[in-house]
């Protein structure tokens, strides 16, 4: 190395006298890149291969079926890439999750380039890269811009919820001096105010929540509709919020929860480009052409649905347009932004197979659409059919484990009047301590998730210890009952629930249990 040359720079080879593209120059650069490379003839076979596979010599892979020795969750993915490449001679690219004997997840997304002679495919060369840490930043990134948004929507959220509770307040305090033949309406009144609180709670924390991606048939207008009603209460009066729907829109395939992230950064980036006022204007249509899109699994889309967000503010300055989707750019002055909004919802949309653009000229505003491929299914799961009248209890004795004093008296009473006997407890320890003093007589233990001492997992735990074949119903005030593991739907009822809901399932899960008892 020359004296006073930086490491790897300014030396004096003369590379003009190197053959650049001899076999051991390419042979160095193709194993020394991070990325999987391999070449697979037409039947899938490897040709050549730049790493080592598990237990396997790069000599014992060549020559052999590229499906004997990557993942089984690798194989159709690759089929159907092979498969696009091999019809149309362009390039082609697919993801794929991996998850080891250990239960650790891997990422990857691979691409598939074909090999011509004289116009025809005449192998595969194939790229795949390892996406976990990327994901992960992204999943923390997107995390972190979500709790941004949850900021902001905590004081709209606090001005409605001030208002329920006054309707509330005021109908109880009316309801006590009222004449027999007026309390009803009172009553009504404090029950639709208790629904709207519970459901706005609901969609907070939906939103809020961390959860990995889960793509299935989603209805896209119901989903705008109701994040809309969350993102008015960021609005200013002096801006217009308005939405159009097209009916004609099948569903799509996505997550609810991302898209609902997906439509707050929009609204909030069209609300910010309009200090002054303006109108933001938020439409869904069906697209039949125009973007070749995929599914993010890989498979052709049969149609797309397009959700645009425009504003009549001022405008993307045409230097800034091509950063505005990093992370971390902001235009915005410092403590006014973080810079995740636009590169989440990018994130988002490319996790979904879908495309992001935008068109904006200064002076006119902005448009942003999304495209999203439509499901193969239009099957969402649908509302409950009418429910019939729950069924009184027949004596049976029911353990409360409730933290709170005001929930565990009303839901003594509710069981109570529908003809249970309870044993409260106000601690999982307690709960464990009454359910063994009493362990014959009980037929269910409602348990907390969330309680002093022992939570309800803890405390379940050991009273299965205790008694095998006790029979559980767990509740909690979080909308993803703490997405507690080995927690079936049928196990859990989320608050706030009705008096009626409660006693149908106590009553079915010990119906359950006793059915499960004699079959045994």
Known sequence: MSEGKPPGRGTDMDLSQHDLSSESVVHSLVHSSPDNIMLLDLEHRVLFINWTVPQLTVEDVTGSRVYEFVPDSHHQPMKDCFTRVLASGQPDRYDTVSVTDDGSTFYWES??????????????????????ERRALEDRLRQAQKMEAVGQLAGGVAHDFNNLLLVMRANAELARTASPDKVDRFLEQIDQSATRAADLTRKLLTFSRRQHMKLEATDLNAVVGETLAMVRRLIPKSIELRFEADPSIEHVRADATHINQVIVNLCLNGRDAMPDGGVLEVLTSRVEDGHKIQRADGAAARGHACLSVSDNGDGIDPEVKPHIFEPFFTTKLPGHGTGLGLATTYAIVQQHGGVLDVESQPGVGATFRVYLPLSESAAVAADPATREPAQRGRGETILVAEDEPMVRKTVTTILEDGG???????????????????????ALVLLDLVMPKLGGLEAWERIRELSPSATVLFTSGYGDAEAASGISQAQRIDKPYQSDE??????????TAAASADTA
Not at 111 to 132: C, H, K, Q, W
Request: overall charge positive; hydrophobic content about 40%.
């Open 111 to 132: 691409s598939v380039g074909p090999v011509l002679r004289d116009g025809e495919v005449v192998a595969y060369a194939v790229t795949s890269r390892d996406m976990t």
């Open 420 to 442: 249970y006997r309870v044993v409260v407890a106000d601690d999982g320890q307690q709960a464990v301590d009454r359910f063994e003093r009493s362990r014959d007589r009980i």
């Open 502 to 511: 409660l006693l149908r399932r106590i009553r079915a899960a010990i119906d």
